[in-house]
């Protein structure tokens, strides 16, 4: 026998939590008998008439004295057999049968779905293979503990709840903290972005600047290469043509100096001749004085003169096609020299070209760097602007 109702039952405690009773009789015990133990312990909330291990019936304390109480109750049935009693003879209601494990509250649902006036009766209960009664009033107090429990439980998780609501207000606002944080750095890091994509696209027009600029230097290499290769030929054949003119010049200057020096014969010559022309005439002085000496002498002076005059005459000759030679050597000096020239003002255009070249692309260069100084600044300025925002 267990009368203790444990006060630390659990919001899921079931019908073996429970204290119980475990007075048995058989069919043939003596009513008298139940009724002095009934007297000696007023705690029994009935009996289990069983047969073995099968249940014949049971009748709470409260019906059995009920029973007995009735005209002629006492008389009749006390001094017979339990089993003749009508509750256990013939119930109008059999006895509620649970399993241990049954909840309490469920326990109680079964409990109320019997009719009013049996709505208190004990249950039995089924533990393994020993059967016992649970009064219906213990099974109330633990449905009471039990919903004060889950009440508790409740108000616990109530009171948990408005702490997490708390927290979870103070969350929401931290989020939205957070939030607007974001949103500011999400602006910012818009801004970054367009900033960024503002110097992509400016490093993108600089790059397709730069492949133009290459497209032109590569262009202007190949104009450079070209004019210089051309210069270059040209320079060889004009250094060629000049050494050629000054090969010819020399050779004219070689001739030149020939000539001279038969102008300088034919000049001795004359001068010798001139002599002997004088020496002829003082002669032709002297035979003329001398009127009376031979003729001979006079035909051997003339003779002479004749002979000096064709000397004088072939040195004409010589003399005029000597200056003949030098007129023809004059002028293929003065051609010489004119092809020169017009050489060397060749080569000055092309030198001139490749100079003027050289400046553009120098020009190009300068323009470039200032660009390229102008967007880094711009870019520098752009960043600027974003650490700023």
Do not use: W
């Amino acid at each position: 026998m267990n009368e203790t109702v444990n006060s630390q039952l659990s919001a899921a405690a079931t019908l073996d939590d429970l204290p119980y009773f475990s007075y048995q009789v058989s069919p043939e015990t003596i009513s008298e008998e139940v009724a002095d133990e009934f007297q000696r312990h007023p705690e029994l909330p009935g009996v289990l008439v069983v047969a073995g291990n099968r249940v014949i019936g049971m009748i709470s304390k409260v019906k059995f004295f009920e029973r007995m109480s009735k005209q002629f109750g006492r008389d009749l049935y006390l001094p017979r057999p339990i089993k003749l009693i009508p509750e256990i003879a013939h119930p109008q209601v059999l006895p509620l049968v649970l399993m241990a494990q049954t909840s309490v509250e469920e326990a109680v649902e079964c409990a109320l779905e019997r009719p009013p006036n049996y709505v208190y009766e004990p249950v039995v209960v089924r533990k393994g293979k020993q059967l016992v009664l649970v009064d219906m009033r213990v099974i109330l107090i633990a449905q009471a503990q039990v919903l004060s429990k889950k009440n508790l439980f409740i108000q616990q998780q109530h009171l948990h709840t408005q702490q997490l609501l708390e927290k979870l207000k103070v969350e929401k606002e931290r989020n939205q903290d957070y939030a607007k944080r974001l949103e500011s750095e999400l602006a910012r890091t818009q801004q970054m972005n367009e900033a960024l994509e503002q110097q992509e696209r400016s490093v993108r027009e600089q790059a397709e600047r730069i492949a133009q600029l290459n497209q032109r230097f590569i262009s202007i290499s190949q104009v450079l290469s070209q004019r210089g290769q051309k210069a270059f030929q040209e320079t060889f054949m004009g250094v060629n043509q000049i050494t050629c003119h000054t090969a010819e010049v020399y050779r004219l200057s070689e001739r030149l100096k020939q000539d001279v020096e038969i102008i300088d014969q034919a000049t001795y010559q004359i001068a010798q001749i001139t002599r002997q022309v004088k020496h002829l005439a003082v002669q032709a002085g002297l035979i003329a004085s001398r009127s009376g000496q031979q003729m001979a002498n006079f035909d051997f002076i003339s003779e002479a003169i004749n002979k000096l005059a064709n000397q004088v005459v072939l040195a004409n000759q010589q003399v005029e096609e000597m200056a003949n030679h030098f007129r023809h050597h004059i002028r293929e000096v003065v051609q010489s020299t004119a092809s020169g020239e017009k050489i060397a003002r060749s080569l000055l255009t092309q030198v001139e070209q490749t100079q003027q070249a050289i400046q553009e692309l120098q020009a190009l260069l300068n323009a470039e760097e200032e660009t390229t100084a102008s967007n880094e600044a711009n870019e520098s300025n752009a960043m600027a602007v974003a650490a700023v925002a």
